[in-house]
């Protein structure tokens, strides 16, 4: 769903109900700074909140639920032996998302930390889900969709838009961070005659012992990020 916002060119790029409401990603207009008067470029920059290891890109406080998030990770860089790893890490944010009559926790880190959280997520997610028992956890990183380029805008693009910062290589890098170990060996995409699309997802086989019972999962918060249907299979990697 895309809600026009005029003053900056940018667009609300909505991803599902959170606990305390909708949760908003916004699209960032396609220039990130604007000149001044005097010639010289001034970076348009929004207020952050930061609370233990909760780090927010604006003025909002966290919600209960993401309290709750940070203060158990939190205890776990206090009481186990991810302490080292987990002292420079922090979160942007986390909803439940219902999956069936379960729920799934999705956590959102920034783009920078991806890769750190990577390295420790296996052990960490692992621990999550003994605080939070029934629950699976999926760790995601919050990126932002640059608007695509129109005539309409008030202030024209100075720079070409990342690919990295298009709606479908965002939606591509969500689906990687939800399989995460797994890599992704093939993709498939069937158009039904009603004209709505399946995406059929291959995974390594490798990794099918150790994420398999988490497939549904996936499906549903991609669906609900996205508003995309997917599937999963397991085949072996190919050239």
């Known amino acids: 769903m895309r809600i026009p916002k005029h003053d900056n060119n940018s667009y609300i790029f909505k991803v599902g109900a959170a606990t305390q409401g909708d949760r908003l990603f916004f699209l960032e207009p396609q220039h990130a700074s604007l000149s001044s008067p005097c010639g010289a470029a001034r970076t348009l920059k929004m207020p952050q909140f930061c609370n233990g290891k909760i780090t927010k890109q604006s003025a909002d406080q966290p919600d209960e639920f993401e309290t709750s ?7 776990l860089e206090m009481n186990s032996e ?3 790893q987990l002292r420079e890490l922090t979160i942007t944010g986390a909803t439940q998302i219902d999956v069936g009559d379960k729920k799934c926790i999705a956590i959102f880190v920034p ?3 991806l890769k750190a959280f990577q390295r420790v997520q296996q052990r960490l997610v692992r621990e999550l889900e003994k605080k939070f028992s029934g629950k699976h956890v999926v760790v995601i990183a919050q990126r932002r969709v640059v608007a695509k380029p129109s005539r309409k805008m008030k ?3 100075k720079q070409k838009r990342p690919r990295s910062r298009t709606l479908t290589a ?5 689906l990687e961070d939800l399989v995460y170990p797994a890599e992704i060996v093939g993709k498939r995409i069937r158009i039904r005659l009603d004209g709505t699309r399946l995406i059929k997802v291959h995974l390594d086989k490798a990794q099918q012992t150790n994420i398999e019972h988490k497939v549904e999962t996936f499906a549903a918060v991609y669906k609900k990020l996205t508003g995309k249907v997917v599937t999963f299979e397991f085949r072996e990697a190919y050239l």
């Open 155 to 157: 202030n024209p693009p």
């Open 69 to 75: 998030i940070g203060q158990t990770l939190l205890d």
């Open 82 to 84: 991810l302490k080292a």
């Open 170 to 174: 965002v939606h591509e890098a969500i």
């Open 111 to 113: 783009v920078p930390l």
